[in-house]
C-alpha cells in the first residue's frame, strides 16, 4: 500500500526533447507528490511537488501532470538540457512521511 | 543559509565493525531525518526525529541501529555489527517543520566488506 512504482529505469532523451517519467501509487490517503532531482554524490533536491487537488503544475521547464482517477503522475522537462542529466526520483506523502519511488537515471545528449 | 551538513562522506569497515555517522540539520529544522539510499533505488526512511523525540522508527532495524538527537539539533546514526547488505548511502534531511520541504545533506556513502 504505502509503494511508489517509477518507470522508466533510465532514458536517454536528445537536447530540446521532453523526458517524461511516470509514477504509481495505491494509497489513496496520499497527500502530496514531490520530484526530487539528484546529480551523482550529492543529496536529493526538490525540484517540484503537487496536491492531489490539482491536475497539473508548471514551474520553469518542469511540469508535473497528476491523474487522481488514474493513481499516476509524471514528470515533464520541456526544452531538456545536458545539465538536466542527474537521477530522478517521485514520492508521495502519508502519515507525514514520503515514500520513494526507484529512481529514473535521465541523461540529454547533445 | 547553510545546508545540511554530514560527516564523514565515505566510510569502509568490515562486517561486524561499528560506524556512527553524524548529521547537523538546517538552523531552526525541528524535524530531522534519516533515510538510506541502496545503490539502485530511492531513499528508504530509517527514522524521524521531531525536535529531540522520535516520530517514527518503524523501518529502523532495532537490533542493530541505532540513532539519538540530543538537545534536539545534531544526531547521530550508529550501526553495530554492520553487516554486507548495510553498504548505501545513508541520508539525513531536515525540514523547519514535519509537512514542510525536506532538505537533503550530501550522506554518507558505507561499504561493508
Known amino acids: 500500500q504505502q509503494q511508489v512504482k517509477q518507470s522508466p529505469q533510465s532514458l536517454i532523451v536528445q537536447k530540446g526533447g521532453i523526458p517524461i517519467i511516470n509514477c504509481a501509487y495505491e494509497?489513496?490517503?496520499?497527500?502530496?507528490f514531490p520530484w526530487y532531482q539528484q546529480f551523482p554524490g550529492k543529496g536529493p533536491a526538490l525540484l517540484i511537488a503537487?496536491?492531489?487537488?490539482?491536475s497539473e503544475k508548471k514551474e520553469g521547464r518542469f511540469t508535473i501532470s497528476f491523474n487522481k482517477s488514474a493513481k499516476q503522475f509524471s514528470l515533464h522537462i520541456m526544452d531538456s538540457q545536458p545539465g538536466d542529466s542527474a537521477t530522478y526520483f517521485c514520492?508521495?506523502?502519508?502519515?507525514?512521511?514520503?515514500?520513494f519511488g526507484t529512481g529514473t537515471r535521465l541523461t540529454i545528449i547533445p | 543559509e547553510a545546508g545540511v551538513a554530514q560527516s564523514p562522506r565515505y566510510k569502509i569497515i568490515e562486517k561486524r565493525q561499528s560506524v556512527a555517522f553524524w548529521c547537523n540539520p538546517i538552523?531552526?529544522?525541528?524535524?530531522l531525518y534519516w533515510y538510506q539510499q541502496i545503490l539502485g533505488q530511492g531513499p528508504k526512511l530509517l527514522i524521524q526525529?521531531?525536535?529531540?523525540?522520535?516520530?517514527?522508527d518503524s523501518q529502523l532495524p532495532k537490533d542493530r541501529f541505532s540513532a539519538e538527537r540530543l538537545k534536539g539539533v545534531d544526531s547521530t546514526l550508529k550501526i553495530q555489527p554492520a553487516k554486507l547488505e548495510d553498504s548505501a548511502v545513508y541520508l539525513c534531511?531536515?525540514?523547519?517543520?514535519?509537512?514542510?520541504?525536506?532538505?537533503f545533506g550530501p550522506g554518507t556513502r558505507l561499504l561493508v566488506l
Open positions: 534531511a531536515s525540514s523547519r517543520l514535519v509537512q514542510e520541504t525536506q532538505y
Open positions: 494509497n489513496t490517503a496520499f497527500d502530496y
Open positions: 503537487i496536491r492531489p487537488d490539482v
Open positions: 514520492a508521495a506523502r502519508g502519515n507525514e512521511k514520503l515514500t
Open positions: 538552523s531552526g529544522h525541528a524535524t
Open positions: 526525529f521531531q525536535n529531540n523525540g522520535v516520530v517514527d
